[in-house]
């Protein structure tokens, strides 16, 4: 099982990025997806997940700036992130399941979002 994040970048407060997380080994379609997040000096924080049947979730401060999305004919989430602030520098995680927590869930290696003017 493999999972390789991308689109993590330095961006102004305010601003946009879309991450990618491409997936191999694995029945995508079969499976939730998740991304989580890491902030300089904190834990671990979810951020969102997609089910697969296309079912969203996102925690109420996620909702509005962040969407997730898949693309079962290229096993690739996304994550689309707008009205960036400071406090959303962290490195970002794709994970497969619903959490990324449970024994059997895999993970990316990350990929780095600097918030900062």
């Known amino acids: 099982v493999q999972l390789t994040e991308s689109g993590g970048d330095l961006v102004q407060p305010g601003g946009s990025l879309r991450l990618s997380c491409a997936t191999f080994?694995?029945?995508?379609?079969?499976?939730?997806m998740t991304w989580v997040r890491q902030a300089p000096g904190k834990g671990l924080e979810w951020v969102c997940g997609?089910?697969?049947?296309?079912?969203?979730s996102y925690p109420d401060s996620m909702k509005g700036r962040f969407t997730i999305s898949r693309d079962n004919l290229n096993d690739t989430v996304y994550l689309q992130m707008n009205n960036l602030n400071a406090e959303d520098t962290a490195v970002y995680y794709c994970?497969?399941?619903?959490?990324?927590?449970?024994?059997?869930?895999?993970w990316g290696q990350g990929t780095q979002v600097t918030v900062s003017s």
């Open positions: 994970s497969t399941g619903r959490t990324g927590l449970a024994p059997e869930d895999h």
């Open positions: 080994g694995f029945t995508f379609s079969n499976s939730a």
């Open positions: 997609i089910w697969s049947d296309g079912t969203t």
